[in-house]
């Protein structure tokens, strides 16, 4: 595709099921970032992925917060036992790793998470 | 500790006046410097970059912005202001270093008021 994606977009879940967001970045892209927006707020880095593996995992809030990478390309955050608390934008963004090409972050359209 | 800030929350100035939104930073070496722009209900969109050369950088929506070493600045600036410039500015530092080599560091962001 022409940009990153996320799915789903918008989704609402109960306190204490979980949950998977699922983002597609850029083909090509051999960085990826996770970070969550309160309404109106900053951006709160989650974690990223160079490749597969994960050199930051520092801003994942809690141990129910977890992310993935596999075939470095799609990633999934999974959030367990959500909490309202919990609910924020998820915005996934994706980047060239190196000096060389584009060097700046594209976003994702992001998810909605409302936990009721 | 690698940052960047942001030190105002809001930026109020009237249509047709020039604007400035603040940022420095502090991240060792000479990272690649970004301005975002946030529209409401939207997603960030890249709005100009400083890689090297020129301290002056050009970018969309006839924004530039000023890098400048010796304070650690990249103030974003715009000559005349249009109400539609009304948004959430987001500047970012990409760490070209270290074991984050590619972590992306985010300011607070900035809301932009202009007044007819």
């Known amino acids: 595709g022409a940009g990153v994606s996320q799915s789903p977009s918008n989704k609402v879940t109960e306190k204490g099921k979980d949950v998977e967001l699922r983002c597609d970045p850029i083909s090509g892209h051999t960085a990826l970032y996770w970070y969550r927006q309160s309404l109106g707020q900053g951006l709160e880095f989650l974690i990223y992925f160079q490749g597969n593996s994960a050199p930051d995992k520092s801003g994942l809030p809690s141990d129910r917060f977890s992310a993935e990478r596999t075939g470095g390309s799609v990633s999934t955050l999974t959030i367990q036992r959500t909490q309202q608390e919990d609910s924020a934008v998820y915005l996934c963004a994706s980047s060239v790793t190196g000096t060389s090409g584009s060097h700046e972050q594209f976003f994702g359209p992001g998810t909605r998470l409302t936990v009721l | ?116």
Do not use: M
Not at chain 2, 100 to 115: D, E, H
């Open chain 2, 1 to 116: 500790a690698q940052s960047v800030a942001q030190p105002e929350d809001q930026v109020n100035v009237a249509e047709g006046n020039p604007l400035t939104v603040k940022c420095t930073y502090s991240v060792s070496g000479n990272p690649y410097l970004f301005w975002y722009v946030q529209y409401p209900n939207r997603g960030l969109q890249f709005l100009l970059k400083y890689i090297t050369g020129d301290n002056l950088v050009k970018g969309s929506y006839g924004f530039e912005a000023e890098f400048n070493k010796s304070q650690t600045s990249f103030h974003l600036k715009k000559p005349s202001a249009l109400v539609s410039d009304s948004a959430l500015y987001f500047c970012a530092v990409r760490d070209l270093t270290g074991y984050n080599f590619n972590k992306f560091y985010f300011g607070s962001g900035t809301k932009l008021n202009v007044k007819p």
